[in-house]
């Protein structure tokens, strides 16, 4: 089992950006596939971005793509989401997962907020 916490939400203008992160109970290379998804309110939970195969693979959704970058921190053990020109639209409970099963994440943190003022 993989215990999540995400950090690094809050409030911030458009345009501004924020960095999430999020801390791992085992080894970060120990974890193939990890992702960050967001739930914006009424709206169902989407993915933003994917470092798979332990982190040879990197995706996107176009939504966020040029504006958005993840990464794994191996040092702080930590998935990084660099988030930067932040819309509106962007505001959403952000959620980190890890360790994909046939195409289903199964470990989840418990969700860092973000919201972007305009």
């Known amino acids: 089992q993989v215990r999540l916490v995400e950090s690094g939400g809050g409030l911030v203008q458009a345009g501004g950006s924020l960095r999430l992160s999020c801390s791992a109970s085992?080894?970060?290379?120990?974890?193939?596939?990890m992702a960050w998804y967001r739930q914006a309110p009424g709206k169902e939970r989407e993915l933003v971005a994917a470092?798979?195969?332990?982190?040879?693979?990197?995706n996107y959704t176009e939504s966020v793509r040029g504006r958005v970058s993840i990464s794994r921190d191996l040092a702080e053990n930590t998935l990084i989401l660099q988030m930067n020109n932040l819309k509106f639209e962007d505001t959403a409970v952000y959620y980190c997962?890890?360790?994909?099963?046939?195409?289903?994440?199964?470990?989840w943190g418990q969700g860092t907020q973000v919201t972007v003022s305009s």
């Open positions: 470092s798979l195969k332990s982190g040879e693979e990197i």
């Open positions: 997962a890890s360790s994909r099963a046939r195409n289903l994440y199964l470990y």
């Open positions: 085992i080894p970060l290379t120990k974890i193939k596939d």
